[in-house]
Structure formats: C-alpha cells, structure tokens
C-alpha cells in the first residue's frame, strides 16, 4: 500500500473531507490498480460490508469507479482529487480557486498510479 507523510494524508482527511478509511481504501487502488472487494477486504483487514458501505461512498464522490461486478478502480489522480476539491467547494459555498497542495498531492500520485497499471 502506498503510504504518504502525515502532511499530504491530512489534506484527504482535512481538505477533501475523506475518512481515513476512505482513505486508505482510495490509496490502495491508487497503488495497486484494480482490485476486488475481496482484495480491499483482506489488505485492509476490514470486513466486507464495511468495504462495500466506504467503496460506495468513494463511487458517490467521483473518486472510484466500478469497473465490474465487485471490481473497483481509480480515476486518474488529477481528475480523482482536484474534481472532489471542486465539488467540495460548491457544496460549501466557498470560491474555487487553485490550491497548490491539492495540485501537489494529485502529481505525487501519478507516479504510483501509471507504475500499477503498467505492470
């Protein structure tokens, strides 16, 4: 699994408003490409309902897909985190404007992203 310094994983937790399982879970697929439930299930020592209940909640904010029955996979980088900052912002009513840790955190990912996918 990929592991980040606390500063870049509390920009999910802080500015994307992720949980920290959604976090982890999101970063898992990031760095490993595809999986399963059942994969995210054993890797994350997590039952899996509770996978099902954090997938569905990642679907539902534009960060994951469901590439086919049980098998789950990341938008690109970019688009995963800038496009939930964007969304974020026009929940909240707050201005978008660039934010360069957002930026930042989805570059340092597409390095891990492209090398699980071109395995």
Do not use: V
Not at 8 to 33: A, C, M, V
Not at 34 to 60: A, G, P, R, V
Not at 89 to 99: A, I, Q
């Amino acid at each position: 699994m990929l592991f980040l310094n606390a500063n870049y994983h509390n920009i999910f937790i802080t500015d994307l408003q992720l949980s920290n399982l959604e976090t982890k879970i999101f970063l898992l697929i990031i760095s490993q490409g595809m999986l399963k439930i059942d994969q995210i299930s054993i890797e994350l020592n997590l039952d899996k309902s509770q996978c099902t209940e954090i997938i569905d909640s990642l679907i539902n904010k534009n960060m994951i897909i469901e590439y086919s029955k049980n098998l789950f996979e990341s938008f690109h980088p970019r688009f995963a985190i800038i496009n939930r900052y964007k969304r974020l912002c026009l929940e909240k009513n707050m201005p978008w404007k660039k934010n360069s840790l957002i930026d930042n955190l989805a570059i340092i990912l597409e390095q891990p992203f492209e090398a699980a996918r071109t395995k």
